[in-house]
């Protein structure tokens, strides 16, 4: 079996994320450094033409609805700031924010909103410049705070290293669909592709391709900070040191987490779950350097997965793992290695 995903595969399907509607009514004439209070919808193109401007745009009121119709926010030849961030002179900060169908190119941030509650990003093709190996900081989607959304976004890292793709901090986030293509090389290491880190978070249907290993600990997909559950299913990640990571906020008693159906190749660890209270169920993990499916604490209910052509191990569980049966492993380690520890794997079909 051969479980690798196509690189190119994964930037043609982020390049294809944009649906470009028809211009609506009301089109605004925006500049680069505007500031907006209402909501708009862009008429056109947006140009940051100085290098290193410190922003693009600003969100500065609740309940702003930003259409960009199709168009593009665009830095400069030497790259900027922030491509849309959000300033408020409440210091609950703004909520209910939405940015539509668009592209911001050329940014260390794509989208920097913080602190921000009950706001979406929908349809938003994000490509952060590439700075030279000393810069640090660039990100695609960055917010801050409760019940936010990015779905069906789609994230190009250039830059050497630096902050996840799509990183969400707070309780009951969501991350749906969206395409992360993440930058790095050997010598300087990596992005993380869609972070959450808080209560209830849901990641669904996301797709990561990682750069080759290198110094940094780079996550596909990955919840943490959650002590009553979290959500992490059907996510496709490639060549991530961690493809899917589940760790609940403190070691034992806590968690609940769901990591299902996901599928991961290349890397390090395919699936690492740090969670007593997790189910692990129909995931596929493969050619993993190290192991498929990597479980930390006791109490991990595991079930019906496939682990194959791994460094080392198919599936590691600690003394008093969960093992709900119907788990399968071949091909994994060099034959001295058992195919799984403390579960039980049968044999793959023969082909």
Same mark, same amino acid.
């Given at each position: 079996m051969n479980g690798r995903i196509c690189l190119r595969a994964v930037?043609?399907?982020?390049? &294809?994320?944009?649906?470009?509607?028809? !211009?609506?009514?009301?089109?605004?004439h925006v500049q680069c450094g505007d500031t907006l209070t209402t909501s708009t919808t862009l008429d056109g193109d947006?140009?940051? =033409?100085?290098? $290193?401007?410190?922003?693009?745009?600003? %969100?500065?009121?609740?309940?702003?609805?930003?259409?960009?119709?199709?168009? !593009? /926010?665009?830095?400069?030849? &030497?790259?900027?700031?922030?491509?849309?961030?959000?300033?408020?002179?409440?210091?609950?900060? /703004?909520? +209910?924010v939405r940015i539509k169908r668009g592209s911001i190119e050329g940014f260390l941030a794509g989208v920097d909103l913080a602190p921000i509650d009950d706001s979406t990003i929908f349809k938003v093709n994000v490509t952060t410049n590439a700075f030279d190996s000393q810069e640090l900081g660039d990100a695609g %989607?960055?917010?801050? &705070?409760?019940?936010?959304?990015?779905?069906?976004?789609?994230?190009?890292l250039l830059a050497p290293f630096g902050d996840p793709g799509i990183r969400l901090a707070g309780n009951d986030v969501y991350a749906w669909g969206n395409v992360v293509a993440a930058g790095g090389d050997e010598s300087s290491g990596g992005h993380s592709g869609v972070v959450? %880190?808080?209560?209830?978070?849901?990641?669904?249907?996301?797709?990561? =391709?990682?750069?080759?290993?290198?110094?940094?600990?780079?996550? +596909?997909?990955?919840?943490? +900070? $959650?002590?009553? $559950?979290?959500?992490v299913n059907r996510n496709l990640t490639q060549d991530c040191t961690e493809g899917v990571v589940a760790q609940a906020a403190v070691a034992a008693g806590a968690g609940g987490g769901r990591v299902a159906l996901n599928h991961t190749a290349g890397g390090n660890v395919g699936i690492r779950v740090q969670d007593g209270s997790a189910t692990v169920n129909r995931n596929i993990a493969e050619e993993a350097s190290d192991t498929g499916i990597l479980l930390s604490l006791a109490g991990t209910f595991v079930r019906a997965n496939a682990a194959h052509n791994n460094g080392s191990y198919g599936i590691y569980g600690p003394e008093g793992t969960v093992d709900g049966g119907g788990n399968v492993a071949g091909g994994n380690g060099d034959g001295t290695n058992p195919q799984c520890v403390n579960v039980s794997c049968s044999p793959p079909p023969p082909p």
């Open positions: 930037l043609t399907a982020a390049a &294809g994320l944009l649906l470009l509607a028809g !211009a609506p009514a009301h089109a605004a947006v140009l940051c =033409a100085d290098d $290193y401007q410190p922003y693009g745009l600003r %969100i500065a009121a609740d309940n702003v609805l930003l259409r960009m119709n199709g168009h !593009a /926010l665009r830095a400069g030849l &030497g790259g900027g700031g922030v491509g849309i961030s959000s300033s408020s002179p409440d210091a609950d900060g /703004l909520q +209910g %989607i960055l917010l801050t &705070g409760h019940r936010n959304r990015v779905e069906q976004s789609g994230v190009s959450a %880190i808080g209560e209830r978070p849901r990641l669904v249907y996301n797709r990561v =391709a990682c750069s080759p290993l290198g110094q940094l600990s780079v996550a +596909g997909v990955s919840a943490s +900070g $959650y002590t009553e $559950y979290a959500v």
